[in-house]
């Protein structure tokens, strides 16, 4: 990492200010400035998110936001609405009113006297989230956006479900997270005298988001809006979609691709849930730079050759042994014109049997006549029991995160093998599993697995996917309760990857009706019937093995400096125990970190700690809980919250409760628990 002191313009900085709404409401912002833009308007540059400009992402923010301001444009990072130091409350994600908000965010940036009246919008995750989701707004002073780890689906492809399937995984996690930061106040040397009456407020007023998304356990209105892929034609201005193949967001790098018809790039690295410039496992690039050369040609009207480019670059990382985060992947880059890509090539496997509960993936054009897909009838029984390390969702690229060798959850699934490679398989898009399926019980998912099979046995997990079989009877807007015994087709496409398999070592298809604590488990063990004459599994295939030079603007990543601060701690861990005894299975997830700003002495720290549980063999035994601690404060104003979320289930319920505890110095000021019980429906 380059970190540059000087910039083609000279940058001051506003530490603060307000927008107005239109209902009276005020969002906080800070602006990055070049010095002489009252004389000189440039474009605006928008993130827009909710983690809290003065101290949560203060040592994130400066580094991106002066290093544009540098190169001409006024470049503000504003809190959303009941976050930070606005004002309001946010009563759950990307509502309507937070688009809308937005919307009025840019028409305030065009109308200032140092904007030129265009505006561009940049953001990670959240921010990436309603980039697209504003864009689809269609506001006449945005030019252009950058949506960096993001989706285009809040139902299929976000921290809540996944094909119809509860991901107890995240969804418990982030909620509970959410509800501890959305119980912080505001800065008293920001909003003055009136921080405490906002604080309690936003403790009184913002409910835990888990509630709603259980009670909307299918794809129906509440997650349609703000899926952008119900209507790409909604977007009308240039989008440039970024992602990395160890993070958990980048299927909708290719969606967007292929479903949006104005002007797009796409760019996947190995990267995990960070910007490309500090993304790790690396090569991470010079990231900056490539928003610089986007923002010129779409806001300044500069011909770069930008767009002459191809439309997505991607890397393709050679093979992993199990569990082998390092800091940097080897690889190389590829480039396509537009995607599904011509160089791109589906490879049909049939699923054949050749055991009791294992089989072959046989290639398609090698079964012909003389040799008919063998029908067949294999049975598995789900065992919930989080057999392996699945690997952290969403995760920074740290070495704990890459999930370890599968090999005890293979050995609790339908196997299908190919045999040693004749050649290296480069696998780049989306991997679909085709299979016909039975089982013994109405509610039933099924969990699939593409590994990668090393010569002495080993086996790395490529990609995965879930499907909830409800939602394969009937739809996942309305889902049937499954016939026992009654065959379905079920397609399960997995997430999008990147991944090189050399010449000589195997592919493996592993097929299982559980997969905890990935999954939520279906309310009894369930008996899955894999049905192999119709069922199959296309890989897509790189097939251009031409050597594609980086460009020289993914060079040496460059940033601005951070603000002088002190590093408090830092610490994560992921521990696995199995008590022989009892059964009884346990992941436990723990992270803490903080800072101190030295020019006024700020400190903000957070800890977190998820504890997924479960009983072997059953299900309803299943139980996730979520502590946070979050603290802000400077000399004699300290303040802390704790929030403790936990959840179980029976047949028929959802079972949640969230405990939410805020103190002032030692004084508890606030407590409140929340009890719900919301029925299931269909998983």
Not at 97 to 112: F, H, K, N, T, Y
Not at 414 to 441: K, Q, S
Not at 651 to 673: H, I, K, M, P, W
Request: proline share 8%; with cysteine; glycine share 10%.
């Amino acid at each position: 990492m380059s970190v540059r002191t000087e910039f083609p313009r000279a940058v001051r900085m506003i530490k603060h200010v307000w927008i107005p709404m239109p209902d009276g409401c005020r969002l906080a912002a800070r602006i990055w400035l070049p010095e002489d833009a009252e004389d000189a308007p440039v474009p605006a540059i928008l993130e827009y998110v909710p983690y809290r400009k003065n101290d949560g992402l203060v040592l994130r923010d400066a580094p991106i936001h002066h290093y544009f301001a540098g190169h001409g444009y006024a470049s503000a990072r504003v809190d959303i609405r009941g976050t930070g130091d606005s004002d309001g409350i946010l009563q759950d994600e990307y509502l309507p009113l937070e688009q809308q908000d937005g919307v009025e965010v840019i028409r305030w940036l065009a109308s200032q006297p140092w904007c030129s009246g265009t505006v561009g919008i940049i953001g990670k995750s959240w921010g990436g989230f309603n980039a697209l989701q504003i864009a689809a707004l269609r506001p006449p002073e945005l030019g252009a956006i950058i949506s960096v780890a993001s989706t285009d689906d809040r139902y299929a492809d976000d921290v809540h479900y996944m094909g119809g399937c509860l991901l107890a995984w995240t969804a418990l996690p982030w909620a509970s997270t959410m509800l501890a930061y959305n119980a912080l106040p505001p800065d008293p040397a920001v909003v003055g005298d009136a921080w405490r009456r906002t604080w309690h407020e936003r403790l009184d007023q913002t409910p835990p988001y888990i509630h709603a998304w259980l009670a909307h356990q299918r794809r129906d209105e509440f997650w349609r809006q703000g899926s952008v892929c119900e209507d790409f034609s909604a977007i009308t201005c240039p989008v440039y979609m970024v992602g990395g193949w160890a993070d958990s967001y980048r299927n909708a790098i290719l969606r967007v691709l292929t479903g949006y018809q104005g002007p797009a790039k796409g760019l996947i690295g190995p990267w995990a849930h960070d910007y490309p410039e500090d993304g790790t496992p690396g090569p991470a690039i010079g990231f900056l730079q490539e928003a610089v050369r986007w923002w010129d040609h779409w806001l300044k009207g500069e011909q770069n050759g930008v767009m002459d480019e191809p439309v997505l670059r991607a890397w393709l990382p050679e093979p992993l042994r199990p569990g082998g985060g390092s800091l940097v992947q080897s690889g190389r880059w590829v480039a396509a014109d537009g995607w599904p890509a011509a160089q791109v090539l589906d490879r049909g496997y049939l699923l054949q049997p050749a055991g009791i509960s294992t089989g072959t993936l046989d290639q398609e054009h090698e079964v012909g006549a003389a040799r008919a897909p063998a029908a067949a009838e294999l049975a598995i029984l789900g065992i919930e029991a989080p057999a392996a390390d699945l690997g952290q969702w969403g995760g920074h690229g740290g070495p704990l995160e890459f999930p370890g060798d599968q090999r005890p959850d293979d050995g609790m699934s339908l196997c299908f093998d190919t045999g040693p490679l004749a050649e290296a398989a480069d696998i780049l898009g989306m991997p679909v599993a085709t299979l016909e399926l039975a089982a013994d019980r109405p509610l039933a998912l099924v969990a699939v697995r593409l590994c990668h099979v090393w010569p002495d046995g080993a086996s790395t997990l490529i990609t995965r996917g879930l499907q909830n079989l409800t939602h394969v009877a009937g739809s996942d807007a309305a889902p049937e309760p499954l016939l026992p015994g009654r065959r379905y087709l079920a397609e399960v496409q997995l997430n999008a990857i990147g991944y090189r398999v050399p010449a000589g070592h195997r592919l493996r298809l592993a097929v299982s009706p559980c997969y905890w604590p990935w999954a939520w488990p279906s309310p009894a063990p369930v008996t899955l019937r894999l049905f192999t004459g119709a069922s199959r599994l296309t890989v897509p295939l790189w097939t251009d093995q031409a050597a594609h030079r980086p460009p020289p603007h993914f060079g040496v990543p460059e940033r601005a400096p951070m603000p002088a601060h002190e590093e408090l701690g830092g610490a994560a861990s992921r521990e696995l125990r199995h008590d022989v005894g009892s059964g009884a299975a346990e992941v436990i997830s723990s992270a803490s970190g903080g800072h101190r700003l030295l020019d006024d002495g700020l400190t903000y720290l957070e800890r977190e700690e998820d504890r997924m549980r479960i009983v072997t063999g059953q299900p309803l035994s299943a139980t996730v809980r979520c502590d946070r601690e979050m603290s802000v404060g400077r000399g004699d104003w300290q303040v802390q919250v704790r929030s403790t979320s936990t959840m179980s289930a029976t047949a028929t319920s959802f079972l949640v409760t969230n405990v939410l505890e805020a103190y002032e110095g030692q004084d508890r000021v606030f407590a409140r628990t929340w009890h719900a019980d919301i029925p299931r429906d269909g998983g």
